[in-house]
């Protein structure tokens, strides 16, 4: 079961800029080219932090409980 504790320390764990790239995946439609230019950070740094960074596991994580989220909402 995911808790509130768990999230916040996941949260904990990312950089600031990890945390904006965060923010933006799950708060706007923007693609990963226009994250990481809004950012100023490499061009593939979105796809790193999402799937190699040794936080893409709780990125994933909140990017799972987003989708589920909004999938209730409708």
Known sequence: MITIELLNSRLA???????????????????????????????NYVYW???????????QMFLQLNNKFKETKE
């Not at 800029?17 to 933006?24: D, F, G, Y």
């Not at 932090?49 to 990125?59: D, G, I, Q, R, Y």
């Open 13 to 43: 764990m990312l950089s600031q800029t990890e945390r904006q790239a965060l923010r933006l995946m799950l708060t706007t439609n923007l693609t990963n080219a226009e994250i990481n230019k809004e950012l100023g950070v490499s061009h």
């Open 49 to 59: 932090l999402k799937n190699e960074s040794p936080h893409a596991e709780t990125v």
